[in-house]
Structure formats: structure tokens, C-alpha cells
């Protein structure tokens, strides 16, 4: 958790609102995992980044490898939305092993 | 989209009974990956394959063994289950080559040691 910081831990936004998610990096990082955690305990797959932008939909996730953070904007937030968010950091090298933060969970009102 | 089976999906064990906890992947994938998640601690990394036959240490691996005997199975076994081992494990698999190495993951195992 050290390593890759999340903020905030928690979040509650009502329905049709934007936020901003933000990961910090203590460690070099080549790329960067978005996943969102279901009430039901499955891992969703966001993004997957190299430093860089990608949208899909209502998301969109920046990966700043200078600066070592990464962030993930949620527009017109839905119901669906709510759960548990993680970024993980792809180390530099060869391992290709993941270091997760320790996420933020969001609840969506209506 | 990536397809990885994890069973059993729920398992209660005593302690010091041996716990198996099986991983599939369907992806050709060469790299498979064992974490577990705790509240406090996110996910953190038990094991890890780069192919049939290999196995490596991750950040946590005492007290757990992997067995890579093909590229679709990764097993997880703990040989003296202890309650301090009760937890949501978390299969993944990654590189899909060309330089992805994204990570796909398993619905998950909980484990209950009593």
C-alpha cells in the first residue's frame, strides 16, 4: 500500500456528478492497471495504460509516468458505478508483477 | 476478454489440513499469478509462473506452495492450513505478447480456516 497510494479511500457522489480518482507511485512504473471491484468480489478490468490517456464511455484515466500518478475521472457518475476502484503499478522490469493501492470505494447515490 | 476459472469458489478448512486451490486459463497465456486480498492490505502477491514447470516467490509466499503443471493450470497449496490464512484468493494471468501485459483476473476463492 506503501508504495502505490490512493486517494481518496472513500467517496460518495450522487447520481449524475463527476469526480476525479488519484493514484501516486513510489516506485518506477512502466504501466498502470484500473480495475473496479463489484459488491459481489470480481475484479473488472478498467484500463490498462502506458503513460498516456484512454476513455471508454464515462471513464477516462491519465497516466503521467514523469510525475508518477495516475487518475481516473468518472462522468455522470450511475448506480452502476459504485464499488470498489484499484490501480495497480506494472513494476519496471522483467517481473511484470502488480503492486495494488488499496483502493477507493465508491457509493453513487440517487 | 481474457477467460480464468478459479475453484473451489468457497472452501472452509481446518487446521493443519491441506488446502488446494486450483486456477484455469483458457488464453494461452505464459504468466499466472496468485494474490490474495485483505481488508487493510489490498491485494498482495503470493506466487507467480512465467510457464509450465516455473514457479517464483511473490511479496508474501510463506506458508504456500504453486504447482505450474501446463500453461492453462496454476495451483495454490497450503500444506498446514492456519486460520491467519483465511482470505479471498485471486487467480490472474497475463501477457498476451507484443509487449500487454495485462492482467486478467479470477472471480476469487474464499477461504475460511477454522
Known amino acids: 500500500g506503501d508504495q502505490v497510494k490512493q486517494s481518496p479511500s472513500a467517496l460518495s457522489l450522487q447520481e449524475g456528478t463527476n469526480s476525479a480518482l488519484r493514484c501516486n507511485f513510489s516506485?518506477?512504473?512502466?504501466?498502470v492497471q484500473w480495475f473496479l471491484q463489484n459488491p459481489r468480489g470480481s475484479l473488472m478490468n478498467l484500463f490498462y495504460?502506458?503513460?498516456g490517456t484512454k476513455e471508454n464511455g464515462r471513464l477516462k484515466s491519465t497516466f503521467n509516468s514523469k510525475e508518477s500518478y495516475s487518475t481516473l475521472h468518472i462522468r455522470d457518475a450511475q448506480l452502476e458505478d459504485s464499488g470498489t476502484y484499484f490501480c495497480?503499478?506494472?513494476?519496471?522490469?522483467?517481473?511484470?508483477?502488480?503492486?495494488f493501492g488499496l483502493g477507493t470505494t465508491l457509493q453513487v447515490q440517487p | 476478454e481474457a477467460a480464468v476459472t478459479q475453484s473451489p469458489r468457497n472452501k472452509v478448512a481446518v487446521t493443519g489440513g491441506k488446502v488446494t486451490l486450483s486456477c484455469n486459463q483458457t488464453?494461452?497465456?505464459?504468466?499466472m499469478y496468485w494474490y490474495r486480498q485483505d481488508t487493510g492490505h489490498g491485494l498482495r502477491l503470493i506466487h507467480y509462473?512465467?510457464?509450465?514447470?516455473?514457479?517464483e516467490k511473490g511479496d508474501i509466499p510463506d506458508g504456500y506452495k504453486a504447482s505450474r503443471p501446463s500453461q492453462e493450470n496454476f495451483s495454490l497449496i497450503l500444506e498446514l492450513a492456519t486460520p491467519s490464512q483465511t482470505s479471498v484468493y485471486f487467480c490472474?494471468?497475463?501477457?498476451?505478447?507484443?509487449?500487454?501485459?495485462?492482467?486478467?483476473f479470477g472471480p476469487g476463492t474464499r477461504l475460511t480456516v477454522l
Open positions: 495504460l502506458v503513460p
Open positions: 488464453n494461452n497465456h505464459n504468466n
Open positions: 509462473s512465467y510457464g509450465a514447470g516455473s514457479t
Open positions: 516506485i518506477a512504473t512502466t504501466t
Open positions: 495497480a503499478a506494472d513494476l519496471t522490469g522483467n517481473t511484470r508483477k502488480l503492486i
Open positions: 490472474a494471468s497475463g501477457d498476451g505478447g507484443l509487449g500487454d501485459y495485462e492482467q486478467y
